[in-house]
């Protein structure tokens, strides 16, 4: 009687342990992929005039880095484009490093906008809103305020716009991002995250046509996002950025990766606030895809390290989930961001990872969230709803 529960066990465990084997290092050759069409990208030449970009910048508040970050912006080797900054607030602290950036880089057409909003449930997107229509060109790239850009960022996601060619522009550039400017332990664990299962959870999926599109550089047109219904459907769901970009998939728009690594700042990023986001980002994709959220624990060789060692003994399931580990966040660093603090990964994978099993657990049970200092809860397809604070506990 035991012996077919056994072999069926016995299946069930080398199967996930096969899952999870191919997954980790797929997701690194995904990323090294994407990675290795720079240089064919950087050579292609457009015919004719370059195409014309709004760069929009949202803001909200200001931290230490700001300044540079949006400096970066300012030095854009492209030869037409505006930026657009705007915000829902008269006195956010963002606005006079703008002013000061502006004066400093008189070239570079700048607009400020600062408006009421219209009340839509997701901040930025409602912010974006209320931008949008002051863009002078068509084509438009929404870039978070903790971005950081290489001169050719522009350039170059714009000539992807049209594959080099002279056709019309269509469909959607996203970038990868590598943290940077780890100055803690909560900094260095976002940080390996970021390299790691994010990356490689990004690249993957876009490259085998199941787009997953983060928010922090989008570039689209915007007659044609009119005509796939515009920014405003997008405007009461939390997960702006994937919506928008399964609306170009499944209008069978191109979904295209640039193969320039953004740097997202990371610095001041403590412990709490690593696990803060690391849950909401967690809960937002348990409201989206509850199914693909809970497989997301046979991307864990440390979930999976029992039915290793069940398989192979203890030490060599150890040395498994070890090997997975380096391969994926060691491997993902260097990919992304080249040799340079490599230990980082290699000593926190992990913590991070033992880190991001508890966000898992915790994930589909939470059900509000504080953003941008309203709290919120968040309904199937990460549609959002006001909720009201409850006394004497805390709101998230």
């Not at 709004?54 to 803001?59: C, D, G, N, Y």
């Not at 909200?60 to 915000?87: C, P, Y």
Request: hydrophobic share 50%.
């Amino acid at each position: 009687m035991s012996s077919p529960i056994h072999a069926l066990a016995y299946g069930v465990a080398a199967l996930v342990v096969a899952v999870t084997s191919l997954w980790v290092p797929l997701g690194l050759l995904a990323t090294a992929v994407v990675r290795s069409r720079r240089a064919k990208h950087r050579a292609l030449g457009r015919a004719g005039a370059p195409l014309p970009v709004t760069l929009l910048k949202p803001l909200a508040g200001a931290d230490g880095d700001l300044e540079k970050n949006l400096e970066s912006m300012f030095l854009q080797d492209h030869e037409r484009f505006e930026i657009v900054f705007g915000t829902t607030r008269s006195d956010d602290p963002a606005l006079a490093i703008v002013q000061r950036l502006a004066a400093r880089h008189r070239h570079v057409p700048v607009k400020i906008i600062v408006h009421k909003g219209t009340g839509r449930m997701n901040p930025k997107v409602d912010n974006l809103l209320g931008m949008v229509g002051h863009a002078a060109y068509d084509v438009v790239l929404i870039s978070d305020s903790n971005v950081r850009a290489p001169p050719h960022y522009l350039r170059e996601a714009a000539d992807l716009m049209t594959d080099g060619g002279t056709l019309a522009p269509r469909g959607l550039v996203t970038h990868l991002f590598a943290g940077v400017g780890e100055d803690g332990l909560g900094s260095a664990l976002e940080n390996v995250q970021l390299a790691g299962f994010c990356a490689a959870g990004t690249a993957l999926p876009t490259l085998l046509g199941d787009a997953l599109v983060v928010g922090k550089s989008m570039m689209f047109s915007r007659s044609e996002l009119d005509a796939l219904g515009g920014l405003g459907r997008v405007a009461d769901v939390l997960a702006e950025d994937w919506l928008l970009g399964k609306t170009y998939e499944h209008a069978g728009s191109p979904i295209r990766l640039a193969p320039t690594v953004l740097e997202n700042v990371t610095t001041g990023t403590t412990v709490a606030g690593f696990f803060e986001r690391q849950l909401r980002w967690a809960m937002l994709r348990s409201r989206l895809r509850p199914l693909v959220r809970a497989l997301e624990l046979l991307t864990s060789p440390l979930a999976v390290m029992p039915l290793a060692m069940a398989l192979f003994g203890v030490t060599s399931g150890l040395l498994w989930a070890a090997g997975l580990l380096a391969l994926r966040d060691t491997g993902g660093w260097i990919a992304l961001r080249g040799l340079r603090r490599a230990y980082i990964p290699l000593v926190l994978s992990p913590l991070r990872e033992l880190c991001m099993l508890v966000v898992w657990a915790r994930a589909p049970f939470k059900r509000h969230l504080v953003w941008r200092g309203n709290r919120v809860r968040v309904g199937a397809g990460t549609y959002a709803f006001r909720a009201r604070p409850r006394r004497g506990r805390s709101p998230a």
